[in-house]
Each structure stands twice: as C-alpha cells, then as structure tokens.
T-cell receptor
C-alpha cells in the first residue's frame, strides 16, 4: 500500500525557520515532491528530490533520505505570505504514473 | 511551466444535474490527470485521462459518474454526472510536463473548478 504522513498543522513566527516533515511508505520510489497551496488556489510546485541529500532553492530547502522514507521541507526567514498548506507527494513508479499526495500541512505564520 | 486553464472556474448546480469541466493546456502533454479536493482535505486522484483510449479510474471512482474525454494532447473534459451535495468540491486538472529549469516529469495544476451542489 501507499502511505504518506505529515503533520496536520504548524504555527511559526515571522522571520523564524520551520521544518515540515514527511514520511512515506510506498511500493516503489521515483521521486518526492513538495507543493505549496494557498487557500482557494491550486498547488504550485516547490521542490523535487530523487537522490538523498539537501536541495536548496532560495529560502526553501528540501531534504530526502530514501533509506528512512523521510523528507523535510525547510522554510527560512518566514514571511506572512508563507502561510499556506504544504503538500508532500511521491511518485512510486517509473513511467507515466500520477503522484500520490499526503494530506498536507497547514502552516500559519504569525507576527 | 505549463499554462493550464480550466472552465468554468466555479459553478453552483442543482442536485441531479451534470456539469462538464474543461481543461486546456498550452502545449502537448502526454499525461493528464483529474483530482478532487474536498474542503480542508488533500488531493484525491479521480482518473488518468488517456489520449485515444478510455480513462483509467482510481478505486472508488467510476466512468458512469465521472466520464472523461481526451480527444487530443492539449485538452480534456471531466463530467460530474447526476450530482449530489457530496460532489461539492474543487476539481483540478493536472499535467505532467518537463520544462527547462525544472526537474523531469513534474506535475502542474490548473486553477481548479469550485463546484457547489445544492
């Protein structure tokens, strides 16, 4: 079966750093994706990891450990506009297969 | 990234009626998917829209309720048939595409169609 777990909600302070964790158990693995979704809008692609390690893109970084079935999204220098849901998704097979999404983590950034 | 448009952006429908949602992409893509997102929930895959053949439905979704067309590599429709209030949701079209500067085979999403069934 497929299972992707992430915390339901998190709160962090403007200017701080927050780490959103994601664990997965899937029949196969061919990449892990993070998406950002503001309320009432479609998800937008943030990052992609297929090899172990850290991928950095500006204020956002994503880490993957395939042996542990674990990823995290790190947001630095938080801004109010970062308040959104963050979705972890896994592609469990090669080829043209859709992503499997976790339930998402709703992040609230407070002053 | 791909430019994906959906029509309508929102609609309010009566119980028992049907609504067809259109998804248009500005470039040819192999893979198109339809998702549903109920209030406060994550994305649930309805089906993969296959060009030139019948869609592939996920468990819990059937063709009679959610017929899908994919006449070419840039367009697809999803129909929500015989609607009930439980069908109130956001319906999202998604495509798998590769664009310069991005990773291979990333999924991109349309803006969604917000459906309310009374």
């Amino acid at each position: 079966g497929q299972n992707i777990d992430q915390p339901t909600e998190m709160t962090a302070t403007e200017g701080a750093i927050v780490q959103i964790n994601c664990t997965y158990q899937t029949s196969g693995f061919n990449g892990l994706f993070w998406y950002q979704q503001h309320a009432g809008e479609a998800p937008t692609f943030l990052s992609y990891n297929v090899l172990d390690g850290l991928e950095e893109k500006g204020r956002f970084s994503s880490f993957l450990s395939r042996s542990k079935g674990y990823s995290y999204l790190l947001l630095k220098e938080l801004q109010m506009k970062d308040s959104a849901s963050y979705l972890c998704a896994v592609r469990d097979n090669k080829g043209n297969t859709p992503l499997v999404f976790g339930k998402g983590t709703r992040l609230s950034v407070i002053a | 990234s791909a430019v994906i448009s959906q029509k309508p952006s929102r609609d309010i429908c009566q119980r028992g009626t049907s609504l067809t949602i259109q998804c248009q992409v500005d470039s040819q893509v192999t893979m198109m998917f339809w998702y549903r997102q109920q209030p406060g929930q994550s994305l649930t895959l309805i089906a993969t829209a296959n060009q030139g053949s019948e869609a592939t439905y996920e468990s819990g979704f059937v063709i009679d309720k959610f017929p899908i067309s994919r006449p070419n590599l840039t367009f697809s429709t999803l129909t929500v048939s015989n609607m009930s209030p439980e069908d109130s949701s956001i319906y999202l079209c998604s495509v798998e595409a590769f664009f310069a500067g991005g990773p291979t085979d990333t999924q991109y999403f349309g803006p969604g169609t917000r459906l309310t069934v009374l």
